[in-house]
Structure formats: C-alpha cells, structure tokens
C-alpha cells in the first residue's frame, strides 16, 4: 500500500516532505500500483478467506477502501 511504502521510506531516513511531494506527483501510478498490489493479494488468498475478511485484511495493511472496492471489480 501507498502508506507502507511511506512509513519504509520514513523508516530509511528520508524526510517527510520529499515522500510527500513524490507521492502528491505520482499519485495515479501509485494509485494503480495499489489497486494491482491488492488484486494480487485477492488472487492468493481467495482460496482461504471470503470476500469480507480479505477486505479487513487489506485496509489493516493500508490499502484505501477505494482502491480495495477497484480491485474487486477487476
């Protein structure tokens, strides 16, 4: 997710701001990057859990519910 990615880069020492500036220059890329990220995850853990539960699992990783609600339609 876009806010896993942020608190990694925090985490490496780069600043805030600069990781906020990228993500506001690259928000569609990021956007669908999330919304593949999250089908993925939809696709490996259908086998195990219902729909509401892989829900719950990913807004718990970050994922906006938005890009969550996308990713099912697909």
């Given at each position: 997710s876009i806010r896993e990615i942020k608190y990694k880069l925090l985490a490496k020492g780069l600043k805030?701001?600069?990781?906020?500036?990228?993500?506001?220059?690259n928000k569609d890329e990021l956007?669908?990057?999330?919304?593949?990220?999250?089908?993925?995850i939809i696709y490996k853990?259908?086998?195990?859990?219902?729909?509401?539960?892989?829900?719950?699992?990913?807004?718990?990783?970050?994922?906006k519910s938005e890009n969550i609600n996308k990713a099912f339609e697909d």
């Open positions: 805030k701001d600069d990781i906020e500036d990228y993500i506001y220059e956007e669908n990057y999330e919304i593949k990220s999250a089908q993925n853990k259908a086998t195990s859990l219902d729909e509401n539960e892989i829900k719950q699992f990913l807004l718990k990783k970050g994922y």
